[in-house]
């Protein structure tokens, strides 16, 4: 089966950084599309950033503009989202999506001092 799997989340000080990670398994990221996602309870899931398949293009939420990176390594078959100068908000489920629909299971982020 298909699996995403993110790691990296925690709890971190407001202002503080965390590095997250998707890794996938029985399916290539090389040809496509990856994004990170967030859902804070009971709110909707929200694109936090994308990149295009060979890195090229990145696209990002406004609220993370300037201070969230996402990146790709194809031959790891690994994304990232280096996340910087955290706020209180940034606080929600970060889920990794694949480019063909496929969902990790997300990793908690709690900012909080």
């Known amino acids: 089966q298909v699996q995403l799997v993110e790691s990296g989340g925690g709890l971190v000080q407001p202002g503080g950084s965390l590095r997250l990670s998707c890794s996938g398994s029985?399916?290539?990221?090389?040809?496509?599309?990856m994004g990170w996602y967030r859902q804070a309870p009971g709110k909707e899931r929200e694109l936090v950033a994308d990149?295009?398949?060979?890195?090229?293009?990145?696209t990002y939420a406004d609220s993370v503009r300037g201070r969230f990176t996402i990146s790709r390594d194809n031959v790891r078959n690994t994304v990232y989202l280096q996340m910087n100068s955290l706020k209180p908000e940034d606080t929600a489920v970060y889920y990794c999506?694949?480019?063909?629909?496929?969902w990790g299971q997300g990793t908690q982020v709690t900012v909080s001092s």
């Open positions: 999506r694949h480019g063909m629909g496929y």
């Open positions: 990149i295009t398949k060979d890195g090229g293009i990145t």
């Open positions: 029985r399916v290539t990221f090389s040809n496509y599309l």
